[in-house]
């Protein structure tokens, strides 16, 4: 089974710069959506980025121009580039892989990471 383990967090200025990174434990080349959620204090873990097998992304609105996620299937990672930093990204990052576990794809297997804690000081 694919395992997710996140790294690059910590704390940072307002208007800083981090990457992100999920390191898969097994092959990604099946998953056509790896994501990137973040979970604030008191708040609902929310989308951040997806992207797809083909390269196709997309980001809530609040991150557009700012962050930008990729994908290295031939590495097994997925990477989330984090620049221009405001306080209001403060969260726990969470890498998410839905993991097809038929032929077809029609079924998947929901696996998260432990997460990794990002703080933007201002």
């Known amino acids: 089974q694919v395992q997710l383990v996140e790294s690059g967090g910590g704390l940072v200025q307002a208007g800083g710069s981090l990457r992100l990174s999920c390191a898969a434990s097994?092959?990604?080349?099946?998953?056509?959506?790896m994501g990137w959620y973040r979970q604030a204090p008191g708040k609902q873990r929310e989308l951040v980025a997806r992207i797809t097998s083909g390269g196709s992304t997309i980001y809530i609105y609040s991150v557009k121009g700012r962050f930008t996620i990729s994908r290295d299937n031939a590495k097994n990672t997925v990477h989330l580039q984090m620049n221009s930093l405001k306080p209001e990204d403060t969260a726990v990052y969470y890498c998410?892989?839905?993991?097809?576990?038929?032929?077809?794809?029609?079924?998947?297997?929901?696996?998260w990471g432990q997460g990794t804690l990002v703080t933007v000081s201002s």
């Open positions: 998410n892989a839905p993991v097809p576990t038929t032929q077809n794809g029609d079924r998947y297997l929901e696996v």
């Open positions: 097994g092959s990604i080349f099946s998953i056509n959506a």
